[in-house]
């Protein structure tokens, strides 16, 4: 395996109120994979600003805040494809299955089906080809930092399968890109559930810190979550496994916009 030197980065940027739209980039060939672009004309901004080639678009699922700028993005990029696992997803052009991989030169995508706060969910793990540099994962309203989606479209069963079956057997090291910043709401209800928990108090002031600076909380890393994120603490007992019974509020609070980041 090579060091890679960031031959893949993923550019963070924030949209709207609290949602994060990315940009997968293979450094070499600067061709560039869209993850829920929702506000198309900022991303074109930056893909023609960074000199890069739009080739593909990962949808989560077909909220608008996540799915509603693929069809400007297919007038405006000839032969872009869009692809997601259901069929609302606007300008959808490949529907994708659960396990399904993607292949975009250097770059793999496997598809990981997580239904539960839309029945169509998909959550996207991402590598590189002989790389040693840790792997990606795009959750979606799924799993958030410090948190987990809400049940619109399924139930408590299926979201903790999706957590802890489909995503918590993932790489440990696999770095957490999710669709919201929802992180200080989320550790404030996981320290009603694990006031003693060291992990959540210090993830919580750091988190302070990075909104104080306007900074972003993404990425963290499934390791980091199994520490702190009740979700995925469920199954290791204690007080974390009421979790389930409380409001589902707790789930997705909404938290202040970003700038601009690249991991």
Request: with cysteine.
């Amino acid at each position: 395996m090579r060091e890679c030197g960031g031959a893949m980065k993923v550019k963070v940027i924030s949209i709207l109120e609290d949602n994060y739209m990315y940009l997968i980039i293979e450094e070499q060939t600067k061709q560039a994979i869209a993850v829920d672009p929702a506000v198309p004309h900022r991303l074109l901004e930056i893909v023609k600003r960074e000199g890069l080639s739009l080739t593909s678009v990962l949808t989560t699922h077909h909220h608008w805040d996540h799915a509603r700028g693929n069809e400007s993005l297919l007038k405006e990029v000839p032969g872009l494809r869009v692809f997601g696992g259901d069929d609302r997803i606007g300008g959808l052009t490949d529907k994708v299955i659960d396990a399904q991989e993607l292949k975009f030169n250097s770059i793999n995508v496997r598809c990981l089906f997580t239904p539960c706060h839309t029945s169509g969910h998909m959550c996207y793990f991402v590598w590189e080809d002989e790389c040693t540099d840790a792997p990606a994962v795009f959750t979606g309203d799924t799993l958030f930092i410090g948190g987990c989606g809400r049940f619109l479209e399924g139930t408590a069963e299926q979201m903790y399968h999706n957590l802890i079956q489909v995503l918590g057997s993932l790489p440990q090291d696999s770095k957490i890109f999710c669709g919201h910043e929802y992180t200080i709401k989320n550790l404030k209800f996981a320290m009603l559930v694990e006031p003693e928990n060291e992990k959540v108090k210090e993830m919580l002031s750091w988190a302070r810190a990075r909104d104080d600076d306007d900074k972003p909380t993404v990425p963290s890393t499934l390791m980091e979550e199994f520490d702190y994120n009740p979700f995925l603490r469920l199954s290791c007992g204690g007080r974390s496994a009421e979790v389930h019974r409380e409001d589902r509020s707790h789930r997705g609070a909404e938290g202040p916009s970003k700038g601009e980041g690249q991991v």
